[in-house]
């Protein structure tokens, strides 16, 4: 819901109710109908708030201007367009600048981060202007001066910290980007990436090659990528740096190698970049490009970050945007969550685990003792019930991102990973990863804890500058403060009754508001007793009312600033505490973080344990071979999707090791009618081997995996209409990256390709395609295909395999089993499926009619299309109508191929036509 002021309401402080009209407005007020030459010299005339404005936005052209203008931010201009046309909101007019009418819009201040939520994810930048003074201090320097404001903030997508403004299941990532030439000519070209999530505080650095860059940036999903101004002019990459959500490309002066070093260990506060391990020069600069990125977006404010922390190179799984899509890995291709891999395994209790478990499923690991060594962890939870119950309900307080309940976060994650560290010893076994988050449990200081324990009040508020959240008891002063606080507010309570009694007005209230402060209240027949003698000595009125009048007294006046006064100082005093602890919270802040990371970790453990129990996944094997053994195996989204409805999902085996004596892999070449459950088998081939990477059990009775550094997967003829591609030139954009980057390691994932043009075409490419599968690129490999010609090639290829999806067909209709089985399909029972899907029977009789014509020609040199009786009638639409019965004897006899018949079989045929042409003439 949009919020505006009613129109012609002024902002706020605009127009401040004190009666210095024009103050405070950076706009010279129009004055309509003063049409002369005089008023356009006076509408030029540029106010100084006006030029404050104007300056500020000249600083930052390229975001959108919040101008904080007492309660709303408020934008003109172009600002004011763009943003009520983007938020809905209503655009207004005030006063003229330069002779022109000035747009304004604005939003409530409270609400803000909503509106800010949305402009960043339309792609908006947000510059957010603060008042830097109270306005009562501006007017101490002259009725004319204006409020000092300034920018505090840069809000981008990639910088953002407020809760309300991220999603706790992911990670939020700004991502920078630099490439270093080594020759030339160009080639040999080296990227370097330094990816930042600032709200948790995690920075890491790694170098690719151009080849595996966009499934580097893929598995990273930033949410905001900076790269210098001529990287993000390269012609090379130029259109996919449009395909990104969100590129900002920065002036040189972020992106100097030179400067590096230095900027970085300023950020840090080190002597050397020395600490930071052995970054590449490459490295750093991407590094120290990110810290400056965020030193100037958040502008003064220094958010704490891990110094930059290596990847290295192929350590994870390369997994492209395009398999990363049509796998739905992270989400559906409709952009859900919900039915995705993701969503399917994740049994995590806390949003840092689940973040986590994200992070890993997008980035499977490729080192096997590493997968081994999270595959322990899980198995010892697999095993313990008991234990895998115990640290899912401890883990249930979990650690969040400041005010004072992120204190409170951490003091109840800090107590709940020491209790966790305790509770666990009793775990059977303990591999590495276990009792190395056990030990990261224990690291924060228990002081810590204890202080925050003491200083925390039960209930807390969401904003520390609402106060009340420090314990009574804790800080003496304090208490004092806020008993005197208190007292003063009974002294009122004990006033109001007095004031009652003495009038005689027993309805008589003493209230508060932000305007009058505290007044005395009674209905308007009252209020005439109020300002007549005697009464009025006393009562001093304020305010008339429709049905109230206001009064003041000096007792009031009195008691209201030393009750002002003492919630102020207790403010401050508890704002005090809140600095010391955080500063507290901050010097134990590696320990807290580790602890963090480490509770993360064994939230997985626990939560793929219980994902495993549940769903009956087991333990894969991984090693450096090239085996691909899968028996048993389950799609996991699927399986659950179905066994919702109560149907079983059937288990198939897979199998592309290589052949004895043999080193590639196999290509299992896969054909059977639609819907049979091809795609389906060639995906959960490709989620176990994520799955297993990634450290997880995996929905199979056994899994034997060597390692797979790549991973493809495409499907045919996927429509990417944004883009403006034809999608048939998508499908073969994609089969060609495959075909030039898949290596012996890789599983490639091929569905239908080939789909996307005319049949010959179509085969032939999949003809050549399955040929440098098997004789180039010799990786193990899963191709679906309703060539059915293509079956025979595996007389030649002696690592391609055929195999199929069962199906049965029973009284016409096809019954679909969901078996792979060796072999080829023997047809394609499209117009059974076809039939199924409901199309009018007129029209699959008419397609057994052409099928039936078909099949009588050499498919491999069909003739005549025009004998067709479907291309050949005039294009009369048939409707619903059910066919007649001459098409019927037609069909039956073009069915029949007399070549192939015995004599026997030709004198029954004959006599099968004779009776239906009888039923003709009788019916
Ligand atoms: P194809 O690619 O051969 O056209 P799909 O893989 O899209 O077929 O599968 C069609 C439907 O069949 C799926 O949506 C699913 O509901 C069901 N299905 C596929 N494989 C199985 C299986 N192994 N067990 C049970 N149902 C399955
Ligand atoms: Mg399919």
Same mark, same amino acid.
């Given at each position: ?234 012609? !090379?990459? /130029?259109?996919?740096? #449009?395909? =990104?959500? @969100? $590129?900002?490309?920065?002036?040189? *002066?972020?992106?100097?190698? %030179? ?15 020395e600490a930071f391990g052995a970054l590449t020069r490459l490295e750093l600069t991407a590094a120290a490009a990110c810290v400056t990125y965020v030193e100037r977006t958040q502008i003064g404010k220094h958010p704490p ?61 490729? !080192?096997? /003792?590493?997968?081994? #060594?999270? =595959?322990? @962890? $899980?198995?010892?939870?697999?095993? *313990?019930?008991?234990?895998? %119950? ?109 004031? /009652? ?123 450096d071979s090239h085996s691909f053994i899968i028996e048993g195996g389950r799609h996991p989204v699927v399986e659950q999707a179905l066994s919702r409805d109560g149907t079983p999902f059937v288990a198939n085996n897979c ?269």
């Amino acid at each position: 819901m949009a919020i505006t002021r009613p129109i012609g309401l002024p902002a706020p402080d605009l127009t401040p109710p004190n009666g210095e009209a024009g103050h405070e407005t950076p706009i010279a007020a129009g004055e309509p109908g003063r049409e002369t030459s005089v008023a356009a010299s006076e509408a030029n005339r540029v106010t100084p708030a006006m030029a404050q404005y104007v300056e500020i936005k000249a600083a930052h052209p390229d975001c959108l201007l919040f101008y904080r203008m007492g309660d709303f931010y408020e934008m003109f201009f172009d600002d004011a367009e763009v943003a009520s046309r983007a938020l809905g909101i209503m655009l207004t007019k005030r006063g003229k600048y330069l002779g022109k009418d000035v747009p304004l819009c604005g939003v409530p201040v409270v609400r803000a981060d909503e509106y800010l939520h949305r402009l960043i994810a339309l792609g908006h930048r947000v510059a957010v202007c603060e008042q830097l003074e109270d306005p009562a201090e501006a007017r101490k320097r002259g009725a004319k001066s204006i409020v000092r404001r300034d920018v505090i903030r840069l809000v981008t997508p990639g910088t953002l910290t407020e809760d309300t403004l991220l999603d706790a299941n992911r990670n939020n990532y700004l991502l920078a980007v630099t490439r270093a030439r080594l020759s030339s000519a160009g080639e040999d070209t080296r990227f370097a990436l330094a990816w930042i999530d600032i709200s948790t505080g995690e920075f890491r650095v790694a170098e690719c090659e151009r080849g595996s860059l966009s499934a580097e940036i893929a598995r990273l999903e930033p949410s905001e990528v900076i790269v210098s101004d001529a990287l993000f002019g390269e012609a !090379d990459l /130029a259109a996919y740096w #449009r395909s =990104l959500p @969100a $590129v900002t490309p920065l002036p040189r *002066d972020v992106f100097d190698s %030179a400067t590096a070093e230095r900027r970085l260990s300023t950020f840090f506060a080190v002597a050397t970049s020395e600490a930071f391990g052995a970054l590449t020069r490459l490295e750093l600069t991407a590094a120290a490009a990110c810290v400056t990125y965020v030193e100037r977006t958040q502008i003064g404010k220094h958010p704490p970050l891990s110094p930059p922390l290596r990847e290295s190179a192929g350590a994870s799984m390369a997994i492209d945007q395009a398999t990363r899509g049509n796998l739905e890995l992270m989400r559906t291709l409709a952009g859900d969550r919900r039915g995705s891999l993701l969503d399917a395994i994740d049994r995590t209790v806390t949003a840092a685990g689940s973040r986590l478990l994200a992070q890993r499923l997008s980035a499977p690991l490729t !080192d096997p /003792a590493h997968i081994a #060594r999270r =595959l322990d @962890a $899980v198995a010892s939870f697999v095993g *313990d019930t008991a234990a895998r %119950a115990e640290t899912r309900s401890r883990l249930q307080a979990a650690v969040g991102r400041g005010g004072p309940r992120d204190l409170a976060a951490i003091r109840d994650g800090v107590l709940a990973a020491a209790d966790l560290a305790r509770a666990l010893t009793s775990l059977k076994d303990t591999p590495d990863e276990i009792s190395g988050a056990l030990k990261a449990c224990r690291k924060p200081d228990g002081m810590l804890a204890a202080e925050l324990s003491a200083a925390l009040a039960a209930e807390l508020p969401a904003f520390k500058r609402d106060g009340g959240f420090a314990r009574e008891g804790y800080d003496a002063t304090l208490d004092d403060t806020r008993a005197l606080r208190d007292a003063s507010r009974r002294v009122i309570a004990a006033l109001q009754a007095r004031y /009652a009694e003495d009038t005689g007005i027993r309805i008589l209230r003493i209230k508060h508001n932000n305007v009058l402060g505290y007044f005395v209240e009674v209905t308007a027949q009252h209020g005439e007793k109020l300002m007549a003698a005697p009464f009025n000595g006393l009562f001093i009125h304020r305010q008339t009312l429709a049905g109230q009048v206001r009064f003041t007294t000096t007792e009031l006046g009195e008691l209201e600033s030393k009750i002002a006064s003492a919630a102020e100082r207790a403010l401050g005093l508890e704002l005090e505490i809140f600095e010391r602890l955080v500063a507290s919270v901050i010097a134990e802040s590696a320990n807290i973080k580790d602890c963090a990371e480490a509770l993360a970790r064994l939230d997985i453990a626990s939560a793929l344990a219980h994902l495993a129990a549940e769903r009956d996944y087991a333990r894969p094997q991984i090693d450096d071979s090239h085996s691909f053994i899968i028996e048993g195996g389950r799609h996991p989204v699927v399986e659950q999707a179905l066994s919702r409805d109560g149907t079983p999902f059937v288990a198939n085996n897979c199998d592309l090791s290589p052949p004895p004596d043999m080193e590639a892999g196999r290509i299992w070449l896969i054909t059977g009618p639609n819907m049979a459950g091809k795609s389906t088998f060639l995906r959960q081939n490709a989620l176990i081997a994520i799955l297993a990477q990634m450290g997880s059990f995996v929905p199979a009775r056994r899994a034997h995996i060597g390692v797979v550094d790549r991973l493809f997967s495409r499907v045919g003829a996927a429509d990417d209409l944004a883009r403006g591609r034809s999608t048939f030139m998508v499908e073969m954009v994609e089969t060609a990256a495959i075909l030039n980057q898949a290596g012996e390691r890789a599983l490639v994932i091929l569905d239908e390709i080939g789909r996307g043009t005319a049949t010959f075409d179509g085969l032939s490419i999949a003809w050549a395609t399955v040929e440098h599968l098997h004789g180039v690129n010799k990786c193990r490999a899963l191709f679906a295909t309703h060539f059915h010609e293509l079956t025979a090639l595996a007389g030649r290829l002696d690592r391609l395999h055929n195999a199929t999806v069962r199906v049965k067909e029973w009284q016409g209709d096809v019954v679909f089993l969901h078996e792979v089985v060796a072999g080829a399909a023997d047809r394609s029972y499209g117009i059974q499926v076809a039939k199924l899907a409901g199309l009018p029977s007129s029209v699959i009789e008419r397609a057994k009619v052409v099928l039936a014509k078909l099949e009588q020609e050499d498919r491999a040199a069909p003739k005549g299309f025009e004998d067709l009786p479907l291309f050949a009638a005039p294009a009369k639409p048939m409707q619903d109508k059910p066919p007649s019965a001459a098409d019927l004897l037609a069909a039956a006899l073009a069915a029949i191929n007399p070549d192939d018949l015995s004599p026997r079989e030709a004198m029954d045929a004959l006599y099968r036509l004779k009776e239906q042409a009888a039923k003709k003439a009788g019916s």
